[in-house]
């Protein structure tokens, strides 16, 4: 199979993941919940994978990085932690339904919000920022890198502006964590939320959020947290507040062991094989009559994404001749981003996302080349 899916998860993981998380589950207890060795080795696994993340976005200590599941669930307790009734939040027609439907969820319950417009090519103008505070805006949600055009957001703009009307600024880094650096005090950014198993190529069921110093969240869970058994109430200490529950020790093993691989090979390395094959597949299926391509290509400093439609197929249909004929994994409909497809005017149709991995090849890149012509022509 050639797979060109990588926006949806990374497939091939570094060997050093597959092997450390193989050997967690040999080994590992749970972490806080004892003091016997394959406790306090599963302890001791979490707080270095804690300190790698802290350096990795230069967070400022290794308690303001919060392990998830996924960066949805670090997504909803970010938004349902910091809004309240009556509390305004801006954010964009960019986003995915981690950010839509939390937000959506609490305009039910006296929030209101605010979508920054979109336009055909899929980009946002940040005077929009500006124009939609009101004197009850509380923050600001904007993803880094679209997951339907792979067009970049300029973060450390938007957090200018939040940071400008006290605003608190939340940032999805589903698509760029990994792949981009992210400095979260540079950008000023308050919340980060990412996921392990995409551009941080570690396991499924990982992910986590950086939480400034001092930024209050209201947990989302309540539980065990193998600390203050007696208290009532989730402890407030950081980050035991936001991780009730036993975390994912074997996955956490694999995500430490997948950044000090991003570490090692270097992330403008990996970055660069991706935005290689990128402009290699665009400039492959751009002049193919009927191929139409969404998202802005004026720069190729953007996510390792190329989406497009043929004619007026279904997106279904083509990706699923991709994979039937061709052995080629790609990702149709609408990627869980519909405010996005409504400003690019495929609601309908969807788009064929093809998505790369510093993995891949030149010759997979040509492959898939073909396969569109191929389909374009019949």
């Known amino acids: 199979m050639i797979y060109l899916d ?6 091939r993981k ?16 749970n972490a806080g919940r004892g003091a016997h060795g394959a406790s306090l080795g599963a302890s001791r696994t979490v707080f270095d994978t804690r300190v790698l993340l802290q350096e990795f976005f230069n967070a400022e200590d290794p308690k303001s990085i919060v392990f998830t599941a996924n960066s949805t669930e670090s997504l909803n307790i970010a938004i349902k932690g910091v809004l309240s009734d009556g509390d305004h939040v801006i954010s964009t027609m960019l986003e995915h339904n981690s950010v839509l439907r939390p937000i959506y969820e609490l305009a039910e319950h006296g929030v209101e919000h605010t979508f920054i417009n979109a336009d055909t090519l899929g980009n946002i103008c940040y005077d929009d920022f500006e124009k939609a505070i009101k004197p ?11 997951n339907v055009t792979g067009n970049l957001v300029d973060i450390k703009r938007v957090g200018n502006i939040a940071h400008k009307h006290n605003l608190i600024f939340i940032v999805d880094a589903s698509q760029t964590a990994g792949v981009f650096p992210i400095d979260v005090q540079d950008m000023g950014i308050d919340v980060l939320c990412f996921t392990g198993h995409k551009g941080l190529l570690g396991p499924q069921g990982t992910g986590g959020m950086y939480v400034k110093p001092g930024l209050e969240i209201r947990p989302l869970l309540h539980g065990g947290t193998g600390v203050q058994s007696y208290n009532e109430h989730q402890p407030s200490e950081m980050p035991t507040r936001l991780e ?13 062991a997948a950044v000090r691989y991003i570490n090692k090979v270097g992330i403008d390395n990996i970055r660069s094989k991706e935005e290689a094959y990128m402009i290699r597949f665009y400039n492959g299926v751009k002049d193919i009559p009927g191929v139409k391509i969404y998202g802005d290509f004026s720069s190729f ?11 007026d197929y279904d997106s279904s249909e083509v ?4 994979s039937t004929r061709f052995d080629i994994a790609t990702r149709p409909g609408a990627h869980c981003a519909p405010l996005m497809h409504r400003a690019l005017g495929t ?3 969807g788009l064929v996302r093809f998505s790369f991995s510093h ?18 022509t019949e």
């Not at 990588?6 to 497939?11: E, S």
């Not at 009730?244 to 430490?256: E, V």
């Open 136 to 146: 009850n805006t509380k923050a600001i949600v904007c993803i880094h890198g679209s």
């Open 244 to 256: 009730a529950g036993t975390l994912n020790g074997h996955g956490l093993a694999g995500l430490d």
């Open 6 to 11: 990588n926006a949806a998860t990374t497939q």
């Open 359 to 376: 993995y891949n090849t030149e010759e997979e890149i040509d492959a898939a080349i073909d396969a569109v012509r191929t389909l374009a």
């Open 319 to 322: 990706s699923d001749e991709l």
């Open 347 to 349: 609601v309908d149709q």
């Open 14 to 29: 570094p060997d050093e993941v597959i092997d450390a998380v193989a050997s967690a589950m040999h080994v590992l207890g």
């Open 301 to 311: 400093h953007r996510c390792g994404i190329v989406g497009l439609n043929i004619e």
